[in-house]
């Protein structure tokens, strides 16, 4: 029998669940080699199984209970919910076992810095490492972000942890700054996926003495690349013509992120080149971008499809000539924080990767094969036109379509 994890993982969403946080989370678990305990939401109202995940985990998750909580984004009923549930299961967990040594939450979801923060309350001696994968308090375009708390027991209690810890708590009620001040406070590690984060974030602190400590306590680490045996791990039917190039974009389309400016460059391809390149596109509404490309005249160069698996989406990334990737637009004036996860699972793929970046981001200092300014088309069309000449690629089955 496997001796008992010493380690409490506090992820709100976690494997088998398929969400970006889940897999980050998944990944830091493989990463750092050690036995868990996992305490997550039951999702499934909001987000469906991808039993493949589980094998992100390398087989280390020993104990594994996804708590009966109301399921939201960042609403406090569902927060405290959470939080009580996962405190209930680790109490029990720890009558069977003993006492963990050791705690990791990420945000997002928020929900699972507060369950972690009330965690290291009871356990004081238990070393808790936070992760943020984004600014919270904050979005993309630097404005502030609600998500309203309720003067309640356990906000109480956490005031009281953030006082007896040296510092001012929040004077607002907003769920999404407390989560930042209790993780600064009361977590022996801070950890940011960039320095770029990590330095936007504690300039929104508003406690000096607050952000030395981080400033303290801070980890640089960037999302980790997945286990190289998962990326032959299952085939796709996808099929990719062999005297084509192939382009692969796996992501959703938002207006600070999205390929439009891409599907412009193909547009702007000459007849004898843009015949030689394809762009695949993986993302959540298919309809809808479908009709974009048809009502452009791009249905020849760009297929669009829904979201693959995690395994299959790890191997056709293994398949493509190319993996296109794109930086968020940062506000003028500000420093863009973020480091797209995908990058991540990219890198390991030995494909190519093109960026669409915007100058000085965390993106832009990756050693990237191809990168364009964001929303500067010619260059694009340059960086298609390269493509379209790359020769074909010797990956083990790369252009063939699996028999049916």
Known sequence: MSAPARRLVASYCFPPYSDTAAVVAAKRVHARGEAVDVI????????????????????????????????????????????????ETLLRWEDLQGEYESLYSRAQFAASHFLAAAVKTVRPGIVWDAEFSDPLSHDVLGRVREAPAHDDRSLARLRSAVEAAGFRPPASLNAFEWCEVAAFALADSVMFTNAHQRDAMLEGCHDAELAARV??????????????????????????????????????????????????ALALLPDDVRCRVVLHVFTSKPEELHDVVVARGLADAVRVAPFVGYLEFLGLARRMDCLLVNDAVSPPGGRNPFLPSKWSDYRGSGTPVWGVVEEGSPLDAQPLDFRSPIEHVSAA??????????????????????SR
């Open 40 to 87: 997550c939401n039951a999702m499934d109202s909001i987000r469906h199984q991808d039993p493949d995940l589980v094998r992100l985990c390398g087989g280390l998750v020993r104990r594994h209970a996804a708590v009966p909580s109301r399921t939201a984004f960042s609403s406090w009923a569902s927060i405290v919910d959470y939080q009580q549930l996962g405190l």
């Open 215 to 264: 400033e303290r306590v801070a980890v640089v680490s960037p999302h980790p690349t997945p286990p190289a045996e998962l990326y032959a791990a299952r085939s796709s039917d996808v099929r990719l013509e062999p005297d084509r190039r192939h382009v692969g974009y796996f992501g959703n389309f938002y207006a600070n992120r999205g390929v439009t400016g891409v599907l412009d």
């Open 381 to 402: 069309v340059q960086v298609l036109r390269r493509i379209s000449s790359l020769p074909a690629r010797s990956v083990e089955g790369a252009h063939l379509s699996p």
